[in-house]
């Protein structure tokens, strides 16, 4: 039995106060032909990028964006689910679908159309126009500064030296996605790999540290897409109350660890009878909260199936304020890989990995060859940035003042929303949190 447990637990790491979730994006394009459109001076087009007002993203073209990334969120989800079962799961949809839309504005004819509609966009409801629009409109507001809840995201294009690109693509990505374009000699792989990962390294303050492992003498750009997020809980857990407790794996396996505790909450909780599930929501100091969705025993796989927008709406609207007699939460602090060029295609994004990829809005004759999405979460007692619930007691009861008590000791799922926009900005699955 103490063998068993040995191969289950993982390393724990020592874990810092400050909580970060820090996500960041690669998509390597292998230029097939290196013949392609050029600038008259073979530049990366006009230092002035394409004046378009953030503003004129109207909040209807944000809500649809906010819909369809949390639409993405959970279809991409469970394809991972289902690739890595029983593991831990942690992604940022944002990063990945603006990290694509992006790409998108490079793209034609059917390649287009499958990468909006892998996003789940609808084309016929929503123009593409109005789909970058809410994209630029909703990066720019979580681009402002604030002194509580502290997001960061970005993108950059690393472009080979002597590829020419269309400056029209430059331009509409800096205008609507806030990339940086940087010319890469990709013919000395080392050197272009150590540029681009000490790049995001920076960007996410050190989080991730190697987002690219290879690279090779094809590669002709490089697209990344970063985000990083800080929150303080609204009610602060005490360190002096963090005890060892255990975490059940299933009904016969589980693990020890540091277990946080703070009494005398008063939180949103929902109880899903039909889903046989618990809600609860904790807020940070700023315009971001986390969803800890906790599926009574033997459940997960019945609420996994259930995720959709229309569900999380629902969670979201039936959210009472409830005394909660003391919450138990894990800090972990965990971290996945994921190569997303296996995943895409159940998602029906298909033909910009093949050789008809048409993307000559940015360059002729090129595909995406690989999708790397590399994600670092850590939960402590000052707060959390994509923290899912797990293992849970509680008295359930009908009476508003009537308290009760939570353990999420189990495995649980977490959603990490920017309130004001609406957007999902984290999800993950919780099903060991001692395992890195």
Not at 213 to 230: C, G, K, P, R
Request: glycine share 4%.
């Amino acid at each position: 039995m103490v063998g068993a447990l040995k191969n289950i637990q993982c390393d724990w790491t020592k874990r810092t106060e400050k909580m970060a979730f820090l996500i960041a994006l690669g998509l390597l394009m292998a230029g097939i032909c290196p013949v392609v459109l050029c600038y008259p001076d073979g530049t990366l087009g006009r230092d002035t990028a394409v004046q378009e007002d953030q503003d004129n993203g109207t909040q209807v073209d944000s809500l649809t964006v906010a819909y369809r990334i949390t639409d993405f969120a959970f279809c991409l989800y469970k394809e991972l689910v289902l690739k890595n079962p029983g593991e831990n799961i942690v992604f940022s949809p944002l990063s990945i679908s603006s990290a694509f839309a992006m790409l998108s504005l490079g793209a034609n004819r059917n390649t287009l159309e499958e990468i909006l509609e892998g996003l789940k966009f609808n084309l016929t409801e929503t123009p593409e126009a109005d789909i970058h629009r809410g994209f630029g409109h909703l990066l720019h507001m979580l681009s402002q500064p604030r002194n509580q809840v502290q997001i960061s995201t970005g993108s950059a294009m690393f472009i080979e030296k002597n590829l020419p690109i269309q400056a029209e693509f430059i331009e509409k990505a800096r205008a609507l996605y806030q990339a940086e374009a940087f010319r890469t000699d990709f013919q000395q792989p080392q050197e272009a790999k150590k540029l681009i990962n000490d790049y995001v390294r920076k960007q996410t303050q050190g989080k991730i540290k190697e987002l690219i492992s290879d690279l090779d003498e094809e590669t002709s750009m490089v697209l990344v897409n970063h985000i990083s997020f800080t929150g303080k809980w609204e009610m602060l857990f005490d360190p002096r109350d963090t005890f060892e407790s255990k975490f059940h794996l299933d009904e016969k396996r589980s693990v020890k660890g540091p277990m946080m505790k703070i009494k005398s909450l008063t939180t949103p909780y929902f109880r899903d009878e039909e889903l046989s599930c618990s809600v609860v929501e904790l807020e940070y100091t700023g315009s971001a909260s986390v969803l800890f969705i906790l599926p009574d025993q033997g459940k997960m796989q019945q609420v996994e199936a259930s995720l959709r927008p229309e569900t999380l709406r629902k969670w979201k609207d039936s959210l009472k304020h409830r005394m909660t007699e003391e919450l138990h939460l894990p800090k972990l602090s965990i971290s996945k890989n994921y190569s997303l060029e296996d995943i895409l295609p159940h998602l029906d994004i298909r033909e910009v990995f093949s050789t008809q990829a048409d993307l000559s809005g940015i360059t002729r004759d090129m595909r995406v060859s690989q999708v790397v999405h590399k994600a670092v979460l850590d939960v402590a007692e000052t707060g959390t940035e994509a923290a899912a619930a797990t293992g849970v007691k509680i008295i359930p009861c009908c009476a508003k003042y009537i308290t009760m008590t939570m353990r999420f000791n189990r495995p649980f799922l977490m959603v990490l929303c920017h309130t004001n926009s609406q957007i999902t900005l984290f999800m993950s699955k919780v099903a060991n949190p001692k395992c890195a």
